[in-house]
Every structure is written in structure tokens, then in C-alpha cells.
């Protein structure tokens, strides 16, 4: 059993992951396969097409550093996943290493014990957690940009199509002052600003 775990806007345009890393900057795969051995944890699979089997490249968990949230951006214009440099990543919640079940610190910290360090099985609590870290350090300002884009957007798109009335307004005979009741804005004003 291979598990993937993650979580997905409400757009669809961002997933977020939680990998793995050491101290050399490798990172986990972001999956877990529920026959590795809990010591390991997977860094790269590797497909057989001849046997149709995966195997996988791991890394001692027990060297683990910390963790690091990861989002898999795509393109609202439809052109697929943003490049790997454009990506969010988050800081590195560096391990401390305790007792019990692991626990985010609220310090950039996630407290784990040697044998539970593969956060596709830790509780739904620390999670919800790192999901809130990920929504609220890059979904929320994204979601703002996206919503600043998408505003000057229809601004530049209302001007052009402005221009574009005024121009045929006065082609089609309309007055200055006309032209400039309709767009609340005084004779000379429209004249001004459209009569080039």
C-alpha cells in the first residue's frame, strides 16, 4: 500500500505536502509505502516496466532534521505546475525529538520520537495543523494576489472597453458633451481624454 497525502484549494491550482529532510537538503517523496520498514522513508521510487513492479530509494529516518511544507503551484492561465523556483516552500520545522505522539511547538519545531516520523501516519491534530501553517504563510497571500491580478485585470479590460465606446460614440456622431454625461466627466474632460 502507498499512501499520498496532501491537501488542495478550493481553485485547484495549489496542493500542499509535508516531506522529509536532512541535514544534505534531500527530501522525502512525499508518499509512504506501508511495507517500508518505519526506520526508512522513501526519498525517490523507481517504476520496472519489464517486472511492472515500484521500488523505492530510502533514507535512515532516524537522520531526519525536520520538515518542510511543500505546494505543488499551478498556472491559473492553464499552462500546468509553476516551475520548481516558483514554488512555495516553507521554513524547515526543525525535529526535536521527545516523547509521545508528534506535536507541532508553535516555535517552528515539530516534536517526534524516533519511531513515528512518517507524517502520513500522524494524527489528524498535527495535520490540521500544518495545513493551517500552509494555508496561512501561501494559500491566503496567494489568494489575495490572485484576487489583485484578477482586479486590474477587469480594470485594464473596463478601459480598453471604455476607450473603445467612446471612440465609437463619437464616430457615431455623439457630441463631447454627450460623451461626457455618459461617462460623468465634463465635456472637456472627455475630449481630452478621448479626442486624439
Do not use: F
Not at 137 to 156: C, F, G, S, W
Request: glycine fraction near 10%; charge should be negative.
Amino acid at each position: 500500500m502507498v499512501l499520498v497525502m496532501g491537501w488542495i484549494d478550493d481553485a485547484g491550482l495549489h496542493e500542499g505536502y509535508v516531506v522529509a529532510e536532512w541535514s544534505d537538503g534531500v527530501r522525502s517523496s512525499g508518499t509512504y509505502a506501508g511495507d517500508m520498514d518505519d526506520d526508512q522513508v522513501i526519498v525517490d521510487d523507481i517504476w520496472d516496466d519489464v517486472t511492472r513492479t515500484m521500488s523505492y530509494v530510502t533514507r535512515p529516518a532516524a537522520e531526519i532534521v525536520g520538515w518542510r511544507l511543500l505546494c505543488d503551484c499551478r498556472s491559473p492561465y492553464g499552462d500546468g505546475n509553476l516551475p520548481e523556483e516558483r514554488r512555495w516552500r516553507s521554513e524547515l520545522l526543525r525535529r526535536v525529538p521527545g516523547e509521545g505522539g508528534p506535536r507541532t511547538n508553535g516555535e517552528g519545531t515539530i516534536t517526534a520520537p524516533d519511531d513515528d516520523l512518517h507524517p502520513m501516519l500522524w494524527s489528524d491534530d498535527v495535520m490540521d495543523e500544518l495545513s493551517r501553517i500552509w494555508w496561512d504563510q501561501h494559500i491566503a497571500p496567494a489568494d489575495r494576489l490572485d484576487k489583485l491580478t484578477d482586479a486590474v485585470r477587469a480594470e485594464n479590460a473596463a478601459r480598453e472597453a471604455t476607450n473603445r465606446l467612446a471612440r465609437e460614440a463619437r464616430d457615431g456622431g455623439a457630441t463631447w458633451d454627450q460623451i461626457g454625461r455618459a461617462a460623468g466627466i465634463t465635456r472637456q474632460s472627455a475630449q481630452q481624454r478621448w479626442g486624439r
